[in-house]
């Protein structure tokens, strides 16, 4: 390993080749601010760019009283009209009914007045397209500027009903590239070119491809890994086909998950562990040291 990081190694390519699982990888995140910027952003995107320091402070305000919130910067590759509009989106990515939100302005203070709470109150600000995002961050790690942005460009000439924007940093680079899928908020990894549009398309007809999901941001891990294995188990991969229960820890590392599928009537108990040592590898590009990765193993698997 020591001849691979002399000569540059790309952290998704060793975690693909090291057989590490997606599944359960997903960051826990319940209201993201989606905020463009078209400007060049460095390593810590949002300290980088020149947006107003009180504008700034405001929107972490806002959100400081938000549990699991997140603020994403976006942009696009590029600008037929340059004195348009420049876009906010406030997305809830809650399990049931998860919604999106649009706001346009023209200045970065006009963010001053800027309230969530009552923007999400409002259905004339409500988007009903999908918004994707290809993380394209390569001055985070390298792997999401190679591999990120040839998928973000295949995206981008196949839109129809949807718009496509690179993003900053969106955790679990050694999975680039990644896409996420809003309003739901679905997390897929090591998609290639060549698979985008397909997975875009399924999105769209509501369907989930369990090959490349790392799990719905509004789920913590361990009931993204049960949501998992019960959709592998049954074959169940329409979006809203199961609902979460609830979940508890019967033992250290390990937790008994509930769905209801309302369509059987029926509720699915799914027994999950999480094995922190399970695997050893390179979470970036700059690593010079593995580190322990977290894997989640099936325990127990019942139809109640």
Known sequence: MHEEISRGFFCSELSAESGEKMFGTAPRVDLWLLLEYRGHWDENALPSVRIPEDVRDHLFKSLASIPNSRIQLIKRHSYKNPDDPLRLYVVVSKELEPKLYEFSFFDYRDLLWFDIHKLISQDRYLRKSPVLLVCTHGTYDRCCGKFG????????????????WQ?????????????????????????????VINLISDYRSGVLNLEKYRGRCCFNPEVQAAEYFLRVNTGMVSISEIRFNKVSEVEKDTWLVEFFVEAEDRTYSVCVKKESGALFGYMSCGDKTRSPIVQYKLVDFKRL
Request: with cysteine; hydrophobic share 35%.
């Open 149 to 164: 942005i040839p998928v973000y460009l295949e995206a981008l000439k196949n839109e129809i009903d949807y718009i496509t």
């Open 167 to 195: 993003c900053s940093h969106v955790g679990g680079h050694r999975f680039a590239p990644n896409l996420l899928c809003f309003p739901h908020g679905i997390y897929y990894g090591r998609v290639g070119k060549g698979e």
